[in-house]
């Protein structure tokens, strides 16, 4: 077998022009370079890039951490809606919704868009900063970018994206611990803090520990004590500090809660990988498998283990596909790296850079992004109508009207809390429950029955949905109802004894 060691490049034949055009391109970079360069071109892809304010759930989202300031306190009840007004609500992203709320105070939009792009660039030089022990030029940025593409779909500015760098992080730390045939380094334990404070899925940083901790245990079956006693250690120290939240064993039991709701699929992103057309994940995972058969990557049996688990989460719900990608390009670099022949010519490899060296990319890299965050800051993002910010229609509703009880598109529901009008649903699908779900996904449908009882039970003023909602046409023919606004957005009704204009 090719060890860690040997894996170099070989001039046995001559170079290939893939082979001469990479040389050119990197040859003399060294490590740390490749690193900048993989966060800041990530840095600056995600920096202007419209869409990441595509989702409604970023509005309620800064909704939240301004409350949260406002009031000195984490949310315990829906402050919110009016169908849920006083429920009981888990805000477990609190710390990620304040980040996000002082950076939009800071700068708008742009202050916003340049707190994600960081985190994505941060993201992108991690994974890239583990890639280099394995990995060489032209590998390791088909890899980082495979990763990246593959959660293209999921670049919007709400928690998740925050808490990815931390999740590389940790992947790394433990991967780095197995190698070196040791226990976690507790310097880890800190961001286990800091994670189950700002996503849900730093549940899956404490599963993790598991399927290491049994692969460190196999490794040194014959002195098991040891491994149990500082792998245990560690893992008991992470679970105590993920608990140190507002939500306390609420919060470890949060994702599970949600997993198990019936009405996930009216949500796209909970709803299941469809390969009905080619996409970007489709792509990369054929890429992926292509690679491995071809080169005759071995795995070990527990990381293949891990690796058709996170393939099943990515399978059964659209929103783990990012992290599938993240955590696969990790588990596969250092089986990929030993799977090369060594009489294969290879791209070049990256040379270790000396204390100057260094420093001179830190400076560069620190200066690139500062100025590209202050242009960034300097020409302010506009905000106009967009796919789940119904701003035209919203505007066109009379203060009155608005003020009464309204019947919203989902993805609508975080744009209306932004604006201080009270929904009747919004993208927190999981404080909502499944009874409030289904409800909804009835009068959508439409469900006839189901639409007229809800708008009485209601007492429903008026609609605010997707132009491409059914139930639009069932409003347009529902006696005393009609329609006061439509743009290529939104449509908005209105029950005729809700407002004296006809």
Not at 110 to 115: C, I, M, N, R
Not at 308 to 328: D, I
């Amino acid at each position: 077998m090719t060890t860690a060691s040997s894996i170099g490049p070989d001039f046995t034949r001559p170079p290939g022009p893939i082979d001469r055009l990479v040389s050119w391109l990197f040859t003399g970079i060294p490590g740390p370079g490749v690193v900048a360069l993989c966060g800041l071109a990530s840095f600056l892809a995600l920096l202007n890039l419209h869409s990441l304010f595509n989702d409604g759930d970023t509005f309620w989202h800064l909704a939240t951490g301004e409350w949260i300031l406002r009031h000195g306190a984490v949310p315990t009840t829906d402050p919110f809606s009016y169908t849920y007004a006083g429920g009981p609500w888990q805000a477990h992203e609190w710390l990620a919704q304040v980040a996000m709320v002082l950076a939009y105070r800071a700068g708008s939009w742009s202050g916003l868009a340049v707190l994600f792009a960081a985190a994505f660039g941060a993201t992108a030089a991690l994974l890239a900063a583990y890639l280099k022990t394995w990995l060489r030029v032209g590998p390791l940025l088909v890899a980082v970018l495979f990763a990246l593409a593959c959660g293209a779909p999921s670049l919007l500015a709400r928690p998740h994206l925050l808490a990815q760098p931390l999740l590389v992080i940790w992947v790394f730390g433990l991967l780095a611990a197995r190698r070196r045939g040791l226990s976690p380094p507790w310097t880890l334990l800190p961001l286990m803090l800091v994670w189950s404070n700002l996503h849900g899925s730093f549940v899956l940083g404490l599963a993790l520990i598991g399927p290491f901790a049994l692969e460190a245990l196999v490794a040194g079956r014959e002195r098991p004590w040891p491994v149990i006693r500082t792998w245990g250690a560690f893992g008991v120290a992470a679970l105590g500090l993920s608990l140190i939240n507002p939500q306390g064993l609420h919060g470890l039991t949060y994702p599970f809660k949600v997993s198990g709701m019936t009405s996930l699929p009216i949500i796209m992103e909970w709803r299941s990988a469809d390969f009905s057309k080619l996409s970007l994940f489709e792509i990369g995972l054929l890429e992926a498998l292509f690679i491995c058969l071809w080169r005759g990557v071995k795995v070990p049996a527990i990381r293949l283990l891990v690796l058709l688990g996170l393939l099943h989460l990515a399978f059964q719900h659209v929103r783990h596909q990012a992290t599938f990608a993240l955590l696969a390009v990790m588990l596969l670099a250092e089986p990929l790296a030993r799977a090369r022949p060594a009489s294969e010519p290879s791209s070049p490899a990256l040379r270790p850079a000396t204390g100057q060296t260094r420093a001179v990319f830190a400076a560069g890299l620190a200066v690139a992004l500062l100025a590209a965050g202050w242009l960034r800051l300097a020409v302010p993002m506009t905000r106009a109508d967009g796919v789940n910010a119904p701003m035209s229609a919203l505007a066109a509703v009379p203060a009155e009207v608005a003020r009464m009880p309204v019947f919203n598109e989902y993805g609508f529901g975080g744009y209306l809390i932004f604006k201080g009008v009270r929904p009747y649903i919004d993208g927190r699908g999981d404080m909502y429950g499944d009874q409030i779900m289904h409800t909804y996904g009835a009068m959508v449908r439409p469900d006839l029955a189901t639409l007229k009882s809800e708008l009485a039970t209601r007492h429903i003023a008026w609609t605010i949905l997707a132009r491409d909602n059914p139930a639009v046409g069932a409003l347009d023919s529902l006696p005393g109802w009609r329609r006061l606004y439509a743009d290529r957005i939104a449509v908005v009704h209105v029950r005729q004894d809700a407002t004296n204009s006809e």
